[in-house]
């Protein structure tokens, strides 16, 4: 019952996220709206991570399966991807190689801050 439960929760913020984007008129995507919402949530100790954590901890665990689909519409395209195979090879490389940048910047700084006792946690 209790992981039907966390399913629940976590099903309604994913609906929640629905109907904002078909509210809203932004080019944002409805599960995007759903995890906003739903870190709000525990931002504001609306919901506790216990109320979702072992729901969580099951999608987390079966993630890889999840891309399976993905994988295999990438493949069924495959002829009509062929053409643009290296320029998006190309943007592929770049953005990986800028999301790993900004990512290492962004840690550097929050360990920085956090040495300079800044960083301290708001009860």
């Given at each position: 019952m209790k992981l039907i439960r966390q399913f629940t929760i976590?099903?309604?913020?994913?609906?929640?996220?629905?109907?904002l984007h078909a509210l809203?008129?932004?080019p944002v995507p409805a599960s995007i709206y759903g995890i906003a919402l739903?870190?709000?949530?525990?931002?504001?100790?609306?919901?506790?991570?216990e109320d979702i954590r072992a729901a969580s901890g099951f999608l987390i665990e079966i993630m890889p399966a999840l891309f399976i689909p993905a994988g295999v519409g990438l493949m069924a395209a495959f002829g009509v991807l062929r053409p643009m195979l290296v320029p998006i090879a190309v943007i592929m490389a770049v953005s990986t190689v800028v999301v790993m940048g900004v990512s290492g910047?962004?840690?550097?700084?929050?360990?920085?801050?956090?040495?300079?006792?800044?960083g301290e946690p708001h009860a």
């Amino acid at each position: 019952m209790k992981l039907i439960r966390q399913f629940t929760i976590i099903l309604a913020f994913s609906l929640a996220g629905e109907a904002l984007h078909a509210l809203l008129p932004l080019p944002v995507p409805a599960s995007i709206y759903g995890i906003a919402l739903l870190f709000a949530a525990l931002m504001l100790h609306l919901l506790r991570v216990e109320d979702i954590r072992a729901a969580s901890g099951f999608l987390i665990e079966i993630m890889p399966a999840l891309f399976i689909p993905a994988g295999v519409g990438l493949m069924a395209a495959f002829g009509v991807l062929r053409p643009m195979l290296v320029p998006i090879a190309v943007i592929m490389a770049v953005s990986t190689v800028v999301v790993m940048g900004v990512s290492g910047r962004v840690t550097q700084g929050v360990i920085r801050r956090e040495r300079r006792g800044e960083g301290e946690p708001h009860a």
